[in-house]
T-cell receptor, first 111, second 113 residues
Framework: DAKTTQPTSMDCAEGRAANLPCNHS???????VYWYRQIHSQGPQYIIH???NNETNEMASLIITEDRKSSTLILPHATLRDTAVYYC????????????FGQGTTLQVKP | NAGVTQTPKFRVLKTGQSMTLLCAQD?????MYWYRQDPGMGLRLIHYSVGEGTTAKGEVPDGYNVSRLKKQNFLLGLESAAPSQTSVYFCASSQSGGSGELFFGEGSRLTVL
């Protein structure tokens, strides 16, 4: 699976959009981009995933560049409850689902 | 709908003792996983299972054994606990091994003295 690179930490003002970048320059054609988050010491929570096209759900939007070498997770209106560690993971569809988590980005939403 | 349930949530062991962590899921998922998370670190995959009766090694399998005798349960065993196994253990399950979502339990905090 491709290695991903994320900033260690980011701040965002409450109510503003949070844009979390992820670099996956060695991603291969059959690898999806997944985003999970972990609030405090809870179990990770799935947010969204995509292959080529941009994706949106009730939690967030995922923007993948045309060359698929990077992506951005967008939380449109960040709240204090969105403070968490966000993990970007690249994994192939045939990898039996096992995801390799890096250290992620710690997002601090400030009032 | 309980989702993924881990038992116990907290445990303190002495070096050399053995124990088993139980993960139970009620979503009829085929795939199950055990991860560990050390302070300030991301999750690392210990073992996983793609179906009842099957298990496979992940990134950090040494010192652990697993069993999947029933589809809904995935057991993680420590035969002789070591202080290096002090960690938070997370179980997860998914319906498919492809582009499916992983559902995680709330974690089991293990301390080995």
């Amino acid at each position: 699976d491709a290695k991903t690179t994320q900033p260690t930490s980011m701040d965002c003002a409450e109510g503003r959009a949070a844009n979390l970048p992820c670099n996956h320059s060695t991603i291969s054609g059959n690898e999806y981009v997944y985003w999970y988050r972990q609030i405090h010491s809870q179990g990770p929570q799935y947010i969204i995933h995509g292959l080529k096209n941009n994706e949106t759900n009730e939690m967030a939007s995922l923007i993948i560049t045309e060359d698929r070498k990077s992506s951005t997770l967008i939380l449109p209106h960040a709240t204090l409850r969105d403070t968490a560690v966000y993990y970007c993971i690249a994994a192939s569809s045939g990898n039996t689902g096992k995801l390799i988590f890096g250290q992620g980005t710690t997002l601090q939403v400030k009032p | 709908n309980a989702g993924v349930t881990q038992t116990p949530k907290f445990r303190v062991l002495k070096t050399g003792q053995s124990m088993t962590l139980l993960c139970a899921q009620d979503m009829n998922h085929e795939y199950m996983y055990w991860y560990r998370q050390d302070p300030g670190m991301g999750l690392r995959l210990i073992h996983y299972s793609v179906g009842e009766g099957t298990t496979a090694k992940g990134e950090v399998p040494d010192g652990y054994n697993v069993s999947r005798l029933k589809k809904q349960n995935f057991l993680l065993g420590l035969e002789s606990a070591a202080p290096s196994q002090t960690s938070v253990y997370f179980c997860a399950s998914s319906q498919s091994g492809g582009s499916g979502e992983l559902f995680f339990g709330e974690g089991s905090r293990l301390t080995v003295l």
